[in-house]
């Protein structure tokens, strides 16, 4: 079945970048599905940042749309999240999700497990 | 944005004893299409969250059947008809039905 794995550094300067990815196991990213990336920050509610399809068309979060972007690597069966500029208020865990599209209601049926990012100095 | 509230926030509840959360939107949720695009995950301590129901009343794969979806319109409820130790954690409710998708601020489930 498909797993979700995010990786990248746990650890981001102020005013830095943040730079992870989401690579897809057990299946290919180029089927019909949309991926996205979900934050949560410690003790708090969940935030959607975007989504991406395999064509590399992008929905985002108006709020995060200036400094996000994310990208997807058919070769490498992964996709990605960058954000520009962080502060404190970017330290979450940030996951990984699969949308399957209108079939599944548009609802997230698969989580990577997480990954910490602290934004600190 | 839809705003998606839920309530209560905090729900201690008797092992074995029903449970019910209500998840309400700021505008309405059915979708130009005909769908409403209403789903619940469950976040148990330490993992992701987990899809339970899509499309209002849609059980996933492999979800108990003890876990209901109801509503319609704005005015959705998760119900649990017998509460069961594994079912302690936060439950959030989602929209999709329009961008940017938007979830409620989470219910903590609790043994009393």
């Known amino acids: 079945q498909v797993q979700l794995q995010e990786s990248g550094p746990g650890l981001v300067k102020p005013s830095g970048t943040l730079s992870l990815t989401c690579a897809v196991s057990g299946g290919s990213i180029s089927s019909s599905n949309w991926w996205s990336w979900v934050r949560q920050p410690p003790g708090k509610g969940l935030e959607w940042i975007g989504e991406i399809y395999h064509s590399g068309s992008t929905n985002y979060n108006p709020s995060l749309k200036s400094r996000v972007t994310i990208s997807v690597d058919k070769s490498k069966n992964q996709f990605s999240l960058k954000v520009i500029s962080v502060t404190a208020a970017d330290t979450a865990v940030y996951y990984c999700a699969r949308d399957p599209g209108q079939h599944n209601g548009y609802a997230f049926d698969i989580w990577g497990q997480g990954t910490m990012v602290t934004v600190s100095s | 944005d839809i705003v998606m509230t839920q309530t209560p926030l905090s729900s201690p509840v008797t092992l074995g004893q029903p449970a019910s959360i209500s998840c309400r939107s700021s505008q309405s949720l059915v979708h130009s299409d005909g769908n409403t695009y209403l789903s619940w995950l469950q976040q148990r301590p330490g993992q992701p969250p987990r899809l339970l129901i899509y499309k209002i009343s849609n059980r996933f794969s492999g979800v108990p059947d003890r876990f209901s979806g109801s509503g319609a319109g704005t005015d959705f409820t998760l119900k649990i008809s017998r509460v069961e130790a594994e079912d302690v954690g936060v439950y959030y409710c989602?929209?999709?039905?329009?961008?940017?998708?938007?979830f409620g601020q989470g219910t903590k489930l609790e043994i009393k």
């Open positions: 989602m929209q999709a039905t329009q961008f940017l998708y938007t």
